[in-house]
């Protein structure tokens, strides 16, 4: 309603979220509140009566749910862009927070991170800090233009547990450690795709049979197991990979390792929009780099979460995200 629209424009001042040239007023409307979501979900780590306990994760996602029926309220014109569902938002918000390190998590409680700030291209991305300090937001992630003096800024590969060394170097290290063995008949194997397109998903049945080491897994889901392969003369040769390298979609590192090392890797599109930045991700990254970029972006739809593929940056912590990916070896390509 325009009677509030006085205060979705405060929010938006207060955070820096700018509005896109081709961006209508509700899907704008739409990510201010996201952010506020978050935010307010962040703000509800301090509802405390007693320093010593942590509030409770129910509390947590329900003040993101509460803030959200009250905006849809207040603005009824939003309602068909976040559906029905809030626990889906609550739900999104906090394993987002939660993956990124920006709240601790112990059974059934929720505690704010430390204080620890990072830096790319003039963006200090910060964590933990008080509310009373002043900060933009990008997504649901909270960032500065200039340092804080009494606070040590170090490297965001440290700050959020992305990889150290470029997809062709960690690629090099696993293939030069791997303990190679005649395949057993009994595996049952999946292969890794390796040339494009893969619209028909990531895996397929057939090896790849050039000679150059790939990526297989066990078809079946419980307790899967992913090896390392290649081609020798007429037989599959194997690797056995840690589980610690592959649980929880961190398998991922190795297979956009693999992909970039034979030139197949999809590059992630984007488009400029004055002051923002829409990106669409042709191949899904590990589960650090892909919590990050999250953290600092806005889906493009807010049902049925999540919605990985294409997301919304403002576009200053855009060139300073698409800096730490292409340090690594991802590439980015202007649509």
């Not at 961190?250 to 004055?274: F, Q, V």
């Amino acid at each position: 309603m325009k009677k509030y629209n006085g205060l979705i424009c405060e929010i938006a001042d207060e955070f820096h979220i700018l509005k896109g040239k081709e961006e209508t007023e509700e899907v704008w409307k739409c990510r201010v509140i996201y952010s506020l979501l978050g935010r307010m979900g962040y703000a509800s780590l301090w509802d405390t009566v007693d320093d010593l306990k942590s509030v409770s994760t129910v509390h947590f996602k329900r003040r993101i749910r509460t803030i959200l029926e009250i905006y849809m309220e207040m603005y009824p014109e939003i309602k068909r862009f976040y559906g029905d569902e809030s626990e889906d938002i609550s739900n999104e918000i906090y394993n987002i927070f939660k993956d990124t390190g920006n709240i601790y998590c112990q059974p059934y409680e929720v505690s704010p991170a430390m204080p620890c700030i990072s830096e790319s291209s003039g963006i200090f991305f910060t964590r933990g800090l008080s509310l009373e300090q002043s900060q933009y937001i990008s997504g649901i992630g909270s960032y500065l233009n200039t340092p804080l003096a009494l606070i040590k800024t170090i490297k965001p590969k440290n700050m959020f547990q992305i990889q150290e060394n470029t997809l062709s170097v960690q690629w090099k290290s696993l293939i030069s450690n791997a303990l190679w063995k005649p395949m057993p008949e009994e595996l049952g194997l999946e292969y890794l795709r390796i040339k494009p397109s893969f619209t028909n998903g990531y895996w397929n049945s057939m090896p790849d049979l050039s000679g150059s080491p790939s990526l297989a897994r066990t078809k079946r889901i419980e307790n899967r197991i992913y090896y390392l392969y290649r081609k020798e003369e007429s037989k599959l040769l194997v690797s056995q990979l840690p589980e610690w390298m592959t649980t929880d979609y961190n398998y991922r590192a190795i297979s956009n390792s693999c992909l970039a090392s034979a030139g197949y890797l999809p590059e992630t599109l984007y488009h400029i929009d004055e002051e923002i930045v829409t990106i669409r991700i042709n191949y899904l990254f590990p589960p650090p780099e892909l919590n990050f970029l999250k953290l600092y972006s806005w889906p493009t739809s807010y049902v049925k979460l999540p919605h990985d593929f294409r997301r919304i940056f403002q576009r200053s912590v855009f060139w300073a995200v698409k800096n730490i990916f292409e340090s690594i070896g991802y590439r980015f390509t202007e649509e």
